[in-house]
């Protein structure tokens, strides 16, 4: 858990800077060969995918009267099978993905009294709308929906805002320089430098009203 401090005025270094608005804004950099919080991202992106595809296929066979021991067996082992393949085909993948990015996730972080917003650098944003416009054509023309919709959601999103009058937990994990900002549904990550995670840290957890404790 993130020290507390008595005051909230900010030490200002070279990585936090406030304009004439009144926001706050920094820039961080994430190596993705080293921060293993992305690389549990992705896992638990591809794990979520496919026990929702079991799920309907599960629910599928219920509802038309297919369902038996046996069948259920065997697409357990299928998607279990699925999942391997996919784990093992996203690690080129992104390798790929992390030598486009020059091995780094650049993200622009601006917070003021409201809320926090969690961006992709532009230029990285433009490289990501790309690979995921290419996705989309390789799944038209291969007739497969789901990688069609895995371009369109890999295209656009890029931003992830945080209100705080909605966050109901904010966690600290100074090792990682991570502050974690969740809502019910929408949960953001804040990268912070040493320097500064404590007055993030008190700026984000004193204006979360609905976070207890």
């Known amino acids: 858990m993130a020290k507390k401090k008595t005051t909230e005025k900010p030490v ?3 990585h936090i800077q406030q304009g004439t608005d009144g926001k706050y804004r920094w820039v961080y950099k994430l190596h993705m060969l080293k921060t293993h919080t992305i690389i549990q991202d992705v896992f638990w992106a ?34 279990g099978l699925v999942f391997v393949i996919l784990l093992v085909l996203s690690i080129p993948a992104y390798l790929i993905v992390a030598a486009m990015y020059g091995w780094y996730y650049t993200v622009r972080f601006t917070m003021d009294e409201e809320g926090i917003t969690h961006e992709q650098e ?8 790309l690979m995921g416009c290419l996705t989309v054509v390789v799944g038209l023309l291969a007739r497969r929906p789901s990688t069609v919709g895995a371009g369109l ?15 109901k937990e904010v966690k600290a994990k100074r090792s990682q320089h991570l502050i974690k900002v969740n809502e019910t549904l929408n949960h953001n990550r804040i990268y912070v430098s040493d320097e500064d995670f404590d007055f993030v840290y008190d700026f984000i957890r004193s204006r ?4 207890k404790g």
């Open 122 to 129: 532009p230029r990285q944003m433009k490289k990501a709308r």
């Open 153 to 167: 959601i890999s295209g656009s999103r890029s931003m992830l805002y945080s209100r705080f009058s909605k966050v």
């Open 208 to 211: 979360c009203k609905k976070v």
């Open 46 to 79: 591809l794990f979520i995918t496919v026990v929702i595809t079991w799920l309907i296929v599960f629910f599928i066979q219920l509802f038309s009267g297919e369902m038996s021991w046996e069948s259920f067996l065997f697409s357990l082992g299928m998607i």
């Open 12 to 14: 200002f270094t070279e």
